[in-house]
């Protein structure tokens, strides 16, 4: 299958970069699923020297169901993304990107389905070829099915550990880089803080400087009023004195 998505090149979109590797990220994990799918849909149990051994068909299934729960997370983020773009129309771009996720979401489990119905018919026709070998006295056939289960069996439990493994890292690695993520919210948090409190001291020193500014201005207009009665009377003095002196 073709893949899934691929990411338009415009300079509108916000975290460009992160939408890339989102979506870079779904589309292996959409062959993985693909993949595995296509090994479901050939087993047979076993039986007839062909497909994966028994416990295979439940291993597939959870790594599937580990995938596909991984891509319903991936999904989530996406919407979480389209959410915080600045404008509608970069919105509207993500919004259709996760629409196409969902429809091959979709698909994916529809083919999961089918592959399953497929293994059944096909372990069901390969068990019929099996015993009628086994009445037409082919007794090889069942030393040849025992060896196949213990081979089958021994890889099975060699799986399991390494699945368990597997799934243990991821665990480790989702956490680690939701640690990172808290830290880095953390210091973009104390950043911002560190802003504020310096444009605070900043303001303060403005306010400081414009209440002396204000206090001085004060103390000039009651000077300026003073100096101006004080000249007022003495020109009214001087009034007096001229008229006095003509009068006289």
């Given amino acids: 299958m073709a893949r899934g998505l691929v990411l338009d090149k415009s300079p509108e979109l916000g975290s460009k970069a992160e939408v890339e590797a ?3 990220t779904w589309d292996n994990v959409v062959k993985e ?12 149990g076993g039986y007839g020297g062909e497909g994966i051994g028994g416990p295979g068909l439940s291993r597939l299934n959870t790594k599937i169901q580990d995938r596909l729960t991984a891509l319903r997370a991936s999904m989530r983020e996406l919407e979480v993304l389209a959410e915080e773009q600045d404008s509608e129309q970069e919105m509207d771009a993500l919004m259709s990107k996760l629409e196409a996720c969902k429809m091959q979401y979709d698909g994916l489990r529809k083919k999961l389905r089918t592959a399953n119905f497929q293994a059944k018919a096909n372990t069901e026709k390969a068990l019929l070829k099996e015993r009628e070998a086994l009445l037409g006295g082919q007794e090889d056939v069942t030393l040849r099915r025992r060896k196949l289960q213990s081979q089958a069996e021994m890889a099975a439990e060699a799986e399991n550990i390494t699945e368990s493994l ?3 890292r991821q665990t480790m690695m989702h956490e680690i880089e939701h640690g990172k993520k808290t830290l880095s919210v953390l210091e973009d948090s104390n950043t911002a803080l560190r802003k504020t409190e310096a444009e605070y001291t ?24 003073v100096i101006a009665a004080v000249g007022f009377l003495i020109f009214l003095l001087v009034c007096l004195y001229v008229l006095r002196k003509r009068l006289l």
Avoid at 33 to 44: K, P, Q, R
Avoid at 202 to 225: E, F, I, M, N
């Fill in 22 to 24: 989102l979506l870079g």
């Fill in 33 to 44: 699923v693909e993949g595995d799918t296509e090994l479901i849909a050939s087993y047979t």
């Fill in 166 to 168: 597997r799934r243990t």
């Fill in 202 to 225: 900043g303001q303060s020193s403005l306010l400081s400087t414009a209440k002396g500014l204000l206090s001085t201005l004060r103390r000039q207009d009651v000077l300026d009023r």
